[in-house]
């Protein structure tokens, strides 16, 4: 019988877990993400925006060694970071590693101690294809307003300038704001608050808000 593969993001984090899985378990890292966009646009734009993924450079022997491992398991348990990066990179594993559904398992440490990891080994689930795909919109807009705004920058103002998904609107809102405040026009006007008494000496306090209509 073989061993379970365990994958993490960091070899610092393998190495305490291993200790803590004990024999059973071979515990390997992907050291981050293990696929990426080309370096051209690398999104289908004319077919939903379809993204082509390419191996990382520098990711081959990381990826062999995975696979090597994966070969020699019984169950992979994917245990990369617990937000929509950590999704991705487990999805992009599955995928490489081209592991059947039914040997594959989604595992997620909050902490690094004996309790927090034993109790995640005892509940795996499986890929949360929402996180995926909300991090494969942020990469793909990332992407899109990158290169697509990027070199208007640099024909316009200068190179090196850069445009994102978030500074380029943020900006925008800016600059929308500010044009708002030099077009106001500034008009004078008055409140006008008195002060009653009753005929018991009483008073009450007033604001004039409408006078003959207006």
Known sequence: MGKSLVIVESKAK????????????????SIGHVRDLPKKLGIDTENGFEPTYVTI????????????????????????????????????IAELLKLPDDKVRRVVFNEITKRAILSAMEH????????VDAQQARRV?????????????????????????????ALRL????????EAFVPEEYWTIDAVFATAAGDE??????????K
């Open 174 to 181: 800016i600059c929308e704001r500010e044009d708002e405040i």
């Open 14 to 29: 393998a190495k305490t877990i291993n200790k803590i899985l004990g024999r059973g378990f071979t515990v390997k890292a």
């Open 124 to 131: 795996p689930g499986k890929i949360d294809m929402n996180k």
């Open 141 to 169: 807009l990332d992407r899109l307003v990158g290169y697509e705004v990027s070199p208007v920058l640099w024909k316009t103002i200068y190179y090196g300038l850069s445009a994102g998904r978030v500074q380029s609107v």
């Open 204 to 213: 009450i306090e007033a604001r004039l808000e409408r006078i003959e209509g």
């Open 57 to 92: 450079r520098g990711k081959g022997k990381v990826l062999k060694e995975l696979k090597e491992a994966a070969k020699k398991s019984d169950m992979v348990y994917l245990a990369s970071d617990f937000d929509r990066e950590g999704e991705a990179i487990a999805w992009h």
